[in-house]
């Protein structure tokens, strides 16, 4: 038995590296301790059957790190092959491209690629109707609060983006000769500090409460608008911005009485851009039918002309309720953003809205290359049973309602 002791011992000052080796010593101890009679002794075997144990647990540590290892090193080859065939393949593009186009232009490094995000809203009535009452009106909320609290929950949102574009529905002017109309909406032109403080860059100006002051009242509320660096485009006015050497251009068309005889100015603002040398096209419409959710037919004929023409995107609003989003020959089209920051209705018929954010990514020849959206789901209101006028951002099941609302008015789209 002693015999035994030592030849174990001896293999342990060598430092037993397999488990069965160290599984046998601890058998061979458990049965020495058993046979001996010296309590000092079993004692000492005892030390060494738990230094045995200690070895035996370090040993299968080891061995399932070395597994664990192979298994990350193998996983992480199979990911580096996959991606490279793909890649090689050309699988990895966006589908929003032509796949009959020529692929060598998508290949430019990331540093030559340029990132363009833009921002849309629906309809921004900055003032009231004077028939309304004055006590729960946009207007009475400026003199509360003042210009900065209306956009103050989408601000940052509005920051971080290249552009964002509003539709400027009423006037800001001081003229007091209203139209013979239901609704007529101004506000006071220093009603303009709702949106120079919020990161606004260009608004559509062709819609159906344009010119409820007359002529004067449009006139008042362009040259607002562009002192305050807002360009404003619709009707026969096109615009071409500037954002990090892309060109975007923008037209605005107001199609509600006049549906598709308003082909050609489609036509011709698109042509006009061109020769511009617009990089990026959007088409803004105001169109269809009030608290309608999905498109007429003249509002899906006009937007696929649009893109058929040359238009990379299509933008629209008037229903005052949300309306789908579709994709036609790779461009998106955005049938309604329904209302935004609205002085129109203490308590509108739908109060759920959303910014529309589209992604371009151009090449180093401006040509699109990937094309992404993000739609942001927001109240009119950060109150929930009226219109307080303060936009807001939704979050959690909110935010999952109204996303669902727009996926199954999109799903309609294709039924009508």
């Given at each position: 038995?002693?015999?035994?002791?030592?030849?174990?011992?001896?293999?342990?000052?060598?430092?037993?590296t397999?488990?069965?080796?160290?599984?046998?010593?601890?058998?061979?101890?458990?049965?020495?301790?058993?046979g001996?009679?010296?309590?000092?002794?079993?004692?000492?075997?005892?030390?060494?059957?738990?230094?045995?144990?200690?070895?035996?647990?370090?040993?299968?540590?080891?061995?399932?790190?070395?597994?664990?290892?192979?298994?990350?090193?193998?996983?992480?080859?199979?990911?580096?092959?996959t991606?490279?065939?793909?890649?090689?393949?050309?699988?990895?593009?966006?589908?929003?491209?032509?796949?009959?186009?020529d692929?060598?232009?998508?290949?430019?490094?990331?540093?030559e690629?340029?990132?363009?995000?833009?921002?849309?809203?629906?309809?921004?009535?900055?003032?009231?109707d004077?028939?309304?009452?004055?006590?729960?009106?946009l207007?009475?909320?400026?003199?509360?609060?003042?210009?900065?609290y209306?956009?103050?929950?989408?601000r940052?949102?509005?920051?971080?983006?290249d552009?964002?574009i509003i539709?400027?529905?009423?006037?800001?002017?001081?003229?007091?000769?209203?139209?013979?109309?239901?609704?007529?909406?101004?506000?006071p032109?220093?009603?303009?500090?709702i949106?120079?403080?919020?990161?606004?860059?260009?608004?559509?100006?062709?819609?159906?409460?344009?010119?409820?002051?007359?002529?004067?009242s449009?006139?008042?509320?362009?040259?607002l608008l562009?002192?305050?660096?807002?360009?404003?485009?619709?009707?026969?006015?096109?615009?071409v911005?500037?954002?990090?050497?892309?060109?975007?251009?923008?037209?605005?068309?107001?199609?509600?009485?006049?549906?598709?005889?308003?082909?050609?100015?489609?036509?011709?603002?698109i042509?006009?851009?061109?020769?511009?040398?617009?990089?990026?096209?959007?088409?803004?419409?105001?169109?269809?039918?009030?608290?309608?959710?999905?498109?007429?037919?003249?509002q899906?004929?006009?937007?696929?002309?649009?893109?058929?023409?040359?238009?990379?995107?299509v933008?629209?609003?008037?229903?005052?309720?949300?309306?789908?989003?579709e994709?036609?020959?790779?461009?998106?089209i955005?049938?309604?953003?329904?209302?935004?920051?609205?002085g129109?209705?203490?308590?509108?018929?739908?109060?759920?809205?959303?910014?529309?954010?589209?992604?371009?990514?151009?090449?180093?020849?401006?040509?699109?290359?990937?094309?992404?959206?993000?739609m942001?789901?927001?109240?009119?209101?950060?109150?929930?049973?009226f219109?307080?006028?303060?936009?807001?951002?939704?979050?959690?099941?909110?935010?999952?309602r109204?996303?669902?609302?727009?996926?199954?008015?999109?799903d309609?789209?294709?039924?009508?």
């Open positions: 038995m002693r015999k035994e002791l030592r030849r174990i011992l001896k293999k342990m000052e060598w430092r037993m397999s488990i069965s080796e160290l599984q046998r010593a601890d058998v061979i101890l458990k049965k020495l301790s058993v001996m009679d010296e309590e000092e002794n079993r004692k000492k075997i005892k030390r060494v059957r738990s230094i045995l144990r200690r070895q035996k647990y370090l040993q299968r540590k080891k061995l399932y790190l070395r597994i664990m290892t192979a298994g990350a090193v193998l996983i992480l080859v199979l990911i580096i092959l991606v490279s065939f793909f890649a090689h393949a050309g699988k990895i593009s966006d589908p929003s491209i032509d796949e009959t186009e692929t060598s232009e998508t290949e430019y490094a990331d540093s690629s340029i990132e363009l995000v833009m921002s849309f809203t629906g309809d921004c009535i900055l003032g009231t004077e028939f309304f009452d004055w006590n729960t009106s207007n009475a909320y400026h003199e509360a609060y003042g210009g900065a209306f956009l103050d929950n989408v940052d949102i509005f920051k971080k983006d552009l964002t539709n400027m529905e009423g006037t800001l002017t001081e003229e007091s000769a209203r139209l013979e109309k239901q609704f007529a909406f101004k506000g032109m220093e009603f303009i500090d949106l120079s403080g919020s990161s606004i860059e260009a608004a559509n100006i062709a819609n159906n409460h344009s010119h409820d002051y007359g002529e004067k449009f006139q008042d509320t362009v040259e562009e002192k305050n660096n807002i360009a404003p485009f619709g009707y026969e006015r096109v615009q911005l500037d954002v990090k050497g892309i060109k975007v251009g923008f037209f605005g068309i107001y199609e509600l009485d006049d549906h598709l005889t308003r082909i050609p100015q489609v036509k011709e603002n042509s006009t851009l061109k020769r511009q040398n617009a990089d990026v096209i959007v088409a803004v419409f105001h169109w269809g039918n009030e608290l309608e959710e999905v498109p007429d037919s003249n899906t004929t006009l937007a696929h002309l649009a893109i058929d023409e040359g238009a990379d995107l933008i629209g609003h008037h229903p005052h309720i949300l309306q789908g989003v994709q036609y020959k790779g461009k998106n955005a049938y309604s953003l329904g209302n935004f920051c609205f129109g209705n203490t308590h509108p018929a739908e109060m759920d809205t959303m910014i529309f954010q589209q992604k371009f990514v151009l090449n180093s020849e401006k040509k699109i290359i990937e094309s992404e959206i993000n942001i789901p927001c109240m009119v209101s950060s109150e929930v049973d219109n307080n006028y303060q936009p807001t951002p939704m979050e959690g099941e909110e935010a999952q109204i996303i669902e609302k727009i996926q199954m008015r999109s309609a789209i294709a039924f009508f």
